[in-house]
Every structure is written in C-alpha cells, then in structure tokens.
C-alpha cells in the first residue's frame, strides 16, 4: 500500500480529446506534485500543490490544467495534447512543502497521445 | 543550475554480489540534499537512502550504503548482496536546501539495474 493512488494506470488519447489524470493520497499530507517522466531523461516537475495552493508552476504548457480540490486529491486536465506529450505522468505527496523532504511517489499515468 | 549526471545507463549484478551505481552533480552551494529512489517495474518510485552534505557520515540503510565524496562531488550507491527484488531503474537525486523553487529536486536520467541469477 503505497498511500498515493493514480488512475488511470494507462490512458490513450487523441490530439483532440479532453481527460484527466486523478491522484489521491491517504497519508495526511500537505504538498501534492506532477512529475513528468520521459524516456531517457530527467524527472521534470511541473506543479506543486501546498494545502491547496499552487505554488510551483513550472513553464507547463497551458494545455495542462492542475486542480487540487482538497488535500488529499490533485487532478492534472489534459486538452489539445501533442504527441511529444505521451509520457509517464507521475503523482507524489509529502508531509509540507519542505526542504529534506521524503516524496511518497504514485505508480503514475503512462499516457500515449495519437 | 544544478544538474546530476549517471553516467551509466544500465549494469548488470549476479545474485548475492555487490554493485555500485555512479551520481555526480554540479552545484556551487555548500548545503544540501542527495537521495536514491528506486522505481522497480511497477512504477511506483521509492526513497532507498538520503544523504545531507553537511553530514561527513556516509548514510546507510540495511544492504544499501552511499560514497559520498563532497569534493568531488560525487555520490554512489553501493547495493551488498544483490537480491532478484533489487532489479529496477535507480535514480539519483539533488535537493536545494534553500527554500522557495529551489525546493525542487533535480534528478538524473537513471541508471537501469538487472539482476542475474
């Protein structure tokens, strides 16, 4: 049980297509994070979430559109993807906003985008 | 900026051998973070071991233990008794500890490790 929880675990889409990536965490934290990973490079961060509030927003294209309802549930909405967008989307949580701090990491989103 | 490097893309470990995974970055900062996570098939990414500079001490966790040379730069991972569970890509992580976007981490491009029988 790894306590962040990632759906769908595959996603398909059309370059057309509207989706989202859900992300829920049962371990009372209070920062929530998108990580994109792509083959053979770095993790790249693309938002973080601290009690709600985004407060990282890392040059992600406006067709990526971060939610955080609440503390425990961040969603990341998907329009007018590109190709070069099909990636591992991956979820992670953490007790603050904190320096030193452990990630608790989701098993992530493999998007492919046609 | 900061930025980590693996320079080895994949190794490979019999069973019950002992292998070591290379890490250096580059950062003008004198304090800061290092980590190993490991993401095993299932994706899910785990925290192994986590190093903070100021700390001469080399960490250690069970059969995982770092090299961490701060002039140089440069943090290994050595796995002891490799077991056919420790097959995964690891990734070597740097951490500001400066607040603010500096917060984030900065990973490497992983190194991919198999174990044989």
């Known amino acids: 049980e790894t306590g962040v929880t990632q759906t769908p675990r595959h996603l398909v889409m059309g370059m057309t297509n509207k989706k989202s990536l859900k992300c829920e965490q049962h371990l009372g934290h209070n920062a929530m994070y998108w990580y994109k990973q792509s083959a053979k490079k770095p993790l790249e961060l693309m938002f973080v979430y601290s009690l709600e509030e985004r407060v990282e927003n890392n040059s992600v294209p406006s067709r990526f559109s971060p939610e955080c309802p609440n503390s425990s549930h961040l969603f990341l909405h998907l329009h007018t993807l590109q190709p070069e967008d099909s990636a591992l989307y991956l979820c992670a949580s953490s007790p603050q906003w904190f320096i030193g701090e452990k990630l608790f990491f989701g098993s992530g989103t493999q998007l492919s985008v046609l | ?117």
């Open chain 2, 1 to 117: 900026a900061q930025t980590v490097t693996q320079s080895q893309p994949e190794m490979s470990v019999q069973e019950a051998e002992t292998v070591t995974l290379s890490c250096t970055y580059d950062t003008s900062e004198s304090d800061y973070y290092l980590f190993w996570y490991k993401q095993p098939p299932s994706r899910q990414m785990i925290l192994v071991i986590r190093q903070e500079a100021y700390k001469q001490q080399n960490a250690t966790e069970n059969r995982f233990s770092v090299n961490f040379q701060k002039a140089a730069k440069s943090f290994s991972l050595k796995i002891s008794d490799s077991q056919l569970g420790d097959a995964a890509m690891y990734f070597c992580a740097y951490r500001s500890s400066s607040g603010g976007t500096a917060s984030k981490l900065t990973f490497g491009t992983g190194t991919r490790l198999q174990v044989t029988l």
